[in-house]
């Protein structure tokens, strides 16, 4: 089954510095890899997903990620941090077969925004 | 078109009571899963319903159930609730094509006491 790991609990960065949150996947390539954002006392909304038609992919709010299959890494970059990005990320992989069946989530990744 | 739906929002219960939560699908959407947040254990799938069948579930015990109405609107129940039953519980819709990625209400936010 496939699974995700996000290296590092915490990630601190000023206003207006690059962002970058790691997620690798498990050796076999996922066929789906999403990003997703949780802000305090909310759900998950959707940043970005892969689906093998482009390596380099763009979400919303100025954030991208590049799958790297050499690395089996799927990082989640944003150039200029706003403070507004503080939220806690998460990188996820489907279990089995398709896009929505049975997510696997990372321990997720605390983005803080110093002013 | 209106969002995952999920109520109530917040929930306080004692030990040994029993709870039951609801999820609004997006409207067209057929598949609803749900999923346990923790501080502990992160974010765990529980289980997966379509068309009114569940098709997967995660590793939890039989406390925990579920169902899908013939709306696509879900319901899962926690009885003899447990102090570690508190926890953030989310529900998810998709229109489980291949590429139809989950999209997640703002949760039910269960307290045990």
């Known amino acids: 089954a496939q699974s995700v790991t996000q290296l590092g609990s915490h990630v601190s960065v000023s206003e207006g510095a690059l962002v970058l949150l790691r997620c690798n996947y498990s050796s076999s390539v996922p066929p789906y890899l999403f990003w997703y954002v949780q802000y305090p006392n909310q759900g998950l909304q959707l940043l970005l997903k892969y689906t093998s038609a482009a390596t380099l992919v763009k979400g919303i709010n100025g954030f991208e990620a590049e799958f790297k299959k050499s690395e089996t890494s799927f990082h989640l970059t944003k150039p200029s941090a706003h403070m507004s990005d503080a939220a806690e990320y998460f990188c996820a992989v489907p279990r089995h077969g398709g896009a929505n069946s049975k997510l696997t989530f990372g321990k997720g990744i605390t983005l803080s925004v110093r002013p | 078109k209106a969002g995952v739906t999920q109520t109530p929002r917040y929930l306080i219960k004692t030990r040994g009571q029993q709870v039951t939560l609801s999820c609004s699908p997006i409207s067209g959407h057929r598949s609803v899963s749900w999923y346990q947040q923790t501080p502990g254990q992160g974010l765990q799938f529980l289980f997966e319903y379509f068309s009114e069948t569940q098709r997967n579930k995660g590793n939890f015990p039989g406390r925990f159930s579920g169902r899908q109405f013939s709306n696509s609107r879900s319901e899962m129940n926690v009885s003899t609730l447990e102090l570690g039953d508190s926890a953030l519980y989310l529900c998810?819709?998709?229109?489980?094509?291949?590429?139809?990625?989950?999209?997640f209400g703002q949760g039910t936010r269960l307290t045990v006491v």
């Open positions: 998810a819709s998709s229109s489980r094509g291949q590429g139809g990625e989950a999209f």
